[in-house]
């Protein structure tokens, strides 16, 4: 089990990313969360087996339908601490 921390940068916000991003989390069976910045960037941590978190990353380089993602930071750690669920943090 992993955790990856995204910052996901480009036209992000105002386009249902967050929603859709918890919904394939949840597909997944990944736990974390997803959250706004105030500077546009879109932020995401998950835990899980990290085949799933793979495609999590993958998933989020597109992000949905009407997104225009234009680079990801990505940063690979070890689980300090679990989460239950995963869910958009306001």
Not at 10 to 22: D, H, K, P, S, T
Not at 81 to 86: A, L, M, S, V
Request: glycine share 12%; net charge negative.
């Amino acid at each position: 089990m992993k955790q990856l921390h995204l910052k996901i940068h480009g036209r992000v916000q105002g386009v249902l990313y967050r929603e859709n991003a918890r919904h394939q989390a949840g597909e997944l069976g990944l736990t974390g969360w997803v959250k706004n910045c105030s500077n546009g960037v879109v932020e995401l941590v998950a835990q899980g087996r990290e085949e799933d978190l793979q495609k999590i990353l993958e998933w989020c380089k597109n992000g949905p339908r009407h997104a225009e993602v234009d680079r990801v930071e990505e940063t690979w750690s070890e689980i300090k601490e679990g989460f239950e669920g995963f869910k958009i943090v306001y």
